[in-house]
């Protein structure tokens, strides 16, 4: 099973772990480093999934969540908000913004993989 993830993030370190995590789980990916970046991407190759980092340069992820998410071309894309940010508040703030799902890093590989492949699946 392949797929495309789109990983917008903006810590070089995180975004090599995720990056190689879903390489070694068979899917593609693109990068993006800011939002304005991960709407640039959307825009030029449409992913089966995007993982999304909560602080990011410009607009913070949970803005480019509701952007995609409230846009029709892009609201059928699953999103994944993967932040340090894990208390209850920012789980419920991430889900209600349109999230398909919430993990916390530093992430669980196996966990995060299997997610993203259920994600690209349905």
């Known amino acids: ?9 903006d810590s070089l370190t995180d975004m090599q ?11 593609t990916v693109l990068s993006a480093q800011s939002g304005e970046e991960a ?9 089966d ?3 999304l ?4 340069p410009g607009c913070s992820g949970f803005e480019v969540c509701r952007e995609l998410k409230s846009n029709d071309a892009t609201s059928d894309i699953p999103i994944v908000i993967c932040s340090t940010k894990g208390g209850e508040m920012d ?7 349109g999230a398909d799902a919430y993990l916390t890093k ?7 993989v299997q997610t993203i492949r259920q994600l690209i699946r349905n």
């Open 53 to 56: 980092d909560v602080v990011l």
């Open 106 to 112: 530093p992430i669980d590989q196996e966990e995060f």
């Open 39 to 47: 709407f640039l991407a959307v825009a030029r190759q449409k992913p």
């Open 49 to 51: 999934v995007i993982i």
């Open 91 to 97: 789980k419920f703030w991430g889900l209600k913004q």
């Open 17 to 27: 772990i995720l990056i190689g995590c879903l390489q070694q789980g068979g899917i």
């Open 1 to 9: 099973m392949t797929g495309t993830a789109l990983v917008v993030e």
